[in-house]
Structures are given as C-alpha cells and as structure tokens.
C-alpha cells in the first residue's frame, strides 16, 4: 500500500517548524504512557537518502522523526564512526578506492554468543579515520530507491552524528532523541588498552553533547586523545530524549550501570530472552526491548526453528515456555519495561514475515498483516512504546489515521 494523500480531521493537527504535520490530538493509546507511539528514523531516513549520512538525518528530523538512529563502529585509531556493518564494501565505493586495496582481508569475531566470520571486506577497525574519510556512501541497490545520490555523502563520525542532532534541533524548533546502537563490543574492544574502551568512549563522547549523564566512575585517563569540538549554544531550544542500544546483553547491562540513559535491550537470537523469567532479567538493566517484530505476529518458536536456532527446551519450560505473539507486548508492559520492536519498512519493500511465507502463527487471532496500514494498525494495538521506520513520512500519516479511529472510537464510548 502506498500512502498518497493525508485523509483526516484537520483540527488537532498543526504544521510544525520543520514542515512535516504534528499530531497534536490528546487521546490515549495503548502504549506504557498513553502517548502516541514514537517514530524512531532507522539510520536515518534510508528510504530515500543513502544511509547514516547527513543528508539522511537531516530528511529523517524534516519527516517528524521523533529519534533518529546512528549505529556505532570503532576506527583503528579510536574514532568512533558511523555505519550499519562492520566493514564498508555492502554500500560504499570502498572498492574503487586503490588505496586501500590492501586493507581487504577476512575477520572472525564473537556474536551473540557465537563466531562470526566475513571475508573479503574492509573493516572499519582495521581502518584509520582519514582512511575511512576517502570513502564515499552509496545507497541500497533496490529499484525503489534513489541512486542518484550516490558518492555525495562521506562516512561520519558519531561527533558528527551528535553536532547534526544537536542542530536540527536548533534550526528546527524540535526536540530530536538519540538512540545510538553500540555494534558488535566484543570486536572492537579487542586489542583496546582496557575491556570497555569502546563503550566508554560512546559515553563520553554522549556526556559532552548533553545525551548522557554518567552515573558509575569511566577511566577516562584512558581517553585522554578524545578531542570533541566546543558545543554549539541551544539558545532556549531542549535538547531531546536519548537511549543506548545493543544486541550484547553484557553491553547493555554496563551501559545501563555507568549512565542514567534508558537502555534498549536487542534481540533476536537468544531464546531465554523470550520466557517470563527471560523478561525478569532484562528488566534488570533494560528499560526498552527491542525484538525483531515477527515475534509479536508469528511467535518465538516459530521464528527459532525457521532460522535454525536451537534451545533446550527442559530449560525454556523451566523459565516459564516461549511468551504467545499476542501476550509478548503485555508481558514486557507488566514489568514496566517499553518496546521498540524493529524494522518496519518501506511500502515498496516487503515486510519479511514468516507468516507471509508460509509459517502459520502462533496466536490464537492468527493474523498475518496484509499491507502496511494492518501491520501499523496492528502494532498500534498491541501498544508499542517506539517503532524503528523506514520512509517516516507513510508511518507519520499511519500514525495520524490510527489517532483519528482513536479519537472516534473513544468519543463514541463516552
């Protein structure tokens, strides 16, 4: 389904500073607080604009993001940049670059418990940041999407990252969150002078924008070359809301004990995480989840066994069994805990889940969404907190229809 006009009431609507409509309509939604569910730009506003770049924030905060999304990697020289992999060759024109031919090579890491290997790439550890600078972004090869943007944009640095942030909401007269997501810790603290240097270099480089409050002592006599440009005055513009992510659970737990930024627990491979007593022990250090979004619609034991995943299963019944599809949203509501399931996609793409192959789910409603407004609908229903978006301005218009059945539903039970 492609959304083209906006069709609802225009009263409660208002035309924000950064021109995209600002749903203004007070009506309480399922989510943990009542608001609206939040609009997180995933790695910007890829749909249109190559990914991770300047461009692609910018478009993201003028299409009513309400987050804005950097994945995190680690220079060779300890800067930290931003891209979605840990190597540049899937959507940069790294390859073209004879310079840095020989830094093509192979890299086995842990992830998620288990070994990883790529071969033939560049990787960004083992590249120097001017290295990495040579490089320009190029955008996903899929038909629907603009190339001709293609080798404008360098790869950033997670300073950049903040300095952009930090003036969309200057220029914009908008609160913008950051929800920077910390890739594959095991990797890039290897060979570091210390086992959470990248993690501690995330936090402060997060504290001198203002994104972080740390709350546990950091060596930061390890961080001593960490050089952060002087911060651009707010004059009376607010700084917005911000979250850590990460897929390692020993990651989150630490980012969650050194700072009082909110902590987004990602997953989609390890079973436990999908029982009652799995949700007791991420609500230890977690206040968000973040699963793969087919586990609210086809269920967990569905998804492990089409991926291959394996689990014992004497020790999933002991922690209370795999949570149903339709029961997962409530139960991480029940121990006070947000959700942010991922990723919802561009309506020219489709939306990847097994249901939709095939695989039967295991809900008792059985649904399987059919286009994107019954998967928004959906969602919306089952009351998540944050939703990670592709082509922000179809799930801004989804967002105000389902405000406007909100509001009639509620006026009607008055």
């Avoid at 943007?149 to 969150?177: A, C, H, K, P, W």
């Avoid at 005055?233 to 809301?241: Q, Y």
């Avoid at 586990?295 to 034991?301: C, N, S």
């Avoid at 649904?367 to 978006?389: A, H, L, S």
Wanted: overall charge neutral; charged content about 25%.
């Amino acid at each position: 389904m492609r959304i083209l006009v906006i069709a609802t009431a225009a009263a409660g609507l208002a035309l924000n500073v950064s021109g995209f409509i600002d749903d203004t309509r007070i009506v309480r939604w399922n989510t943990l607080s009542g608001q609206k569910t939040q609009l997180v730009g995933h790695r910007g506003e890829k749909a249109f604009l190559p990914e991770h770049t300047r461009a692609s924030y910018w478009q993201a905060a003028l299409e009513g993001a309400d987050y804005i999304e950097p994945d995190l990697g680690l220079s060779k020289d300890g800067h930290l940049v931003v891209n979605h992999n840990e190597w540049l060759g899937d959507n940069t024109n790294v390859a073209s670059i004879p310079e840095l031919a020989h830094l093509r090579t192979n890299k086995t890491w842990i992830e998620d418990g288990k070994s990883k290997t790529v071969t033939n790439e560049w990787f960004i550890a083992d590249m120097t940041l001017e290295q990495i600078k040579m490089v320009r972004v190029n955008q996903a090869s899929f038909a629907f999407r603009p190339q001709h943007f293609n080798g404008m944009f360098d790869v950033l640095t997670f300073e950049e990252y903040l300095q952009i942030m930090r003036n969309v909401t200057i220029d914009l007269g908008r609160s913008f969150g950051v929800i920077p997501e910390l890739k594959s810790p095991k990797l890039y603290n290897t060979g570091r002078s210390y086992p959470r240097y990248y993690e501690d270099r995330a936090i402060l480089a997060m504290s001198h924008y203002g994104w972080a409050k740390i709350s546990k002592q950091i060596d930061a006599s390890q961080h001593t070359d960490l050089r952060l440009a002087p911060l651009r005055p707010l004059n009376g513009a607010c700084l917005g809301p911000s979250a850590w992510q990460s897929f390692d659970q020993d990651t989150a737990a630490y980012l969650s004990r050194h700072t009082f930024t909110p902590v987004v627990a990602l997953n989609q491979n390890f079973p436990w995480f999908f029982t009652p007593k799995g949700l007791d022990r991420v609500s230890k250090y977690a206040q968000i989840v973040s699963p793969w979004k087919d586990f609210f619609v086809t269920g967990a034991e569905a998804y492990f066994k089409a991926n291959n995943i394996t689990w014992d299963p004497k020790e999933i019944a002991q922690m209370g069994g795999f949570i149903k599809p339709e029961r997962l949203a409530k139960e991480i509501h029940r121990r006070g805990m947000t959700i942010s399931p991922y990723t919802f996609y561009d309506s020219h793409q489709s939306m990847s889940y097994l249901c939709q192959k095939g695989v039967k789910p295991d809900s008792k409603s059985g649904f399987c969404p059919k286009d994107k407004r019954d998967e928004f609908f959906y969602f919306f229903d089952q009351g998540m907190d944050f939703m990670f978006v592709e082509n922000i301005e179809e799930a801004n218009v989804l967002r105000i229809l389902y405000t406007s059945r909100l509001e009639r539903d509620q006026w009607e039970g008055i």
